[in-house]
């Protein structure tokens, strides 16, 4: 991908520039934003190109990358129509929520779009980078946005209509909300805190990345753990009374209801 241009200097450009930086990626990389002090910290952190006004990054753009929450972006891309500069056939939003077609309403012209939702995670190369191509878009084109977001973790290809649900069920908010609680659990349960946190992370971090490096499935590893009349067990149970799974099936659908609304802004 020629010069990535990034409307927008906030978290997510942060996390993906600093990945691409720890993955070696030197290219010249440009961010415009309306706040300075987003600016000198991305130029500080990953030697970003600054450009000063949209006019200026459109005109630099081999790609631009839409990187503002999902109740600006229908301003921004006007503004892009109006500034004067003719945008890069490829575009990509990091909005989520906002689909493909309000995208080419807002911004018209002969341009293919690309919907991605790279985790914050990809700051230390763990990202797990869903997106969605418009039909327009090329081969070449497809293998440009896989091969940027690639450097940062893994790439999956979904349909427009699977993102929502991907968006908010790969959050790794789940993991650090997860942590908070369990943490908490254990704090009243008589472990000073550092101790809890420690257990939390071990029950959650390395549990998962012995699923993900062994060859057993999830439903193998709960049977193993439930040993019948054991603490696992109890546990599980108490959770699952509780309304554990209700719980969970609640913050996804709400995440997914946000999305919704996302577009009809």
């Not at 989520?96 to 790279?118: D, E, K, Q, T, Y």
């Amino acid at each position: 991908m020629k010069v990535p241009v990034f409307l927008g200097g906030g978290r997510i450009t942060a996390a993906l520039v600093a990945g691409l930086r720890l993955a070696g990626d030197h290219r010249e990389i440009v961010v415009c934003d309306r706040h300075p002090e987003k600016l000198r910290a991305l130029r500080r952190e990953s030697q970003v190109k600054v450009a000063d006004e949209l006019k200026s990054a459109v005109e630099q753009a081999g790609a631009l990358i839409v990187a503002v929450r999902p109740i600006s972006v229908k301003a921004l891309l006007r503004d892009v129509a109006a500034c004067g500069a003719r945008p890069p056939g490829l575009c990509v939003s990091l909005a989520a929520g906002v689909p493909i077609r309000n995208l080419r309403s807002w911004l018209p012209g002969p341009i293919h779009w690309v919907r991605a939702m790279p985790s914050p995670v990809c700051r230390i190369g763990r990202g797990l980078t869903p997106v969605s191509f418009d039909r327009a878009v090329t081969n070449s084109e497809r293998s440009s946005v896989r091969n940027l977001f690639g450097r940062v973790g893994p790439v999956l290809d979904l349909p427009e209509r699977q993102l929502d649900a991907m968006t908010a069920a790969s959050s790794p908010t789940h993991g650090y909300h997860a942590l908070a609680h369990l943490a908490e659990a254990a704090h009243r349960a008589g472990l000073d805190s550092k101790t809890a946190l420690i257990a939390a992370a071990h029950a959650l971090s390395d549990g998962i990345l012995y699923w993900r490096e062994s060859a057993a499935s999830v439903e193998e590893l709960l049977h193993e753990a439930a040993t019948p009349g054991g603490i696992a067990a109890a546990s599980m149970a108490a959770m699952d009374r509780s309304g554990y799974g209700r719980a969970i099936e609640r913050g996804i659908r709400a995440g997914v209801k946000q999305c919704a609304r996302n577009a009809r802004r």
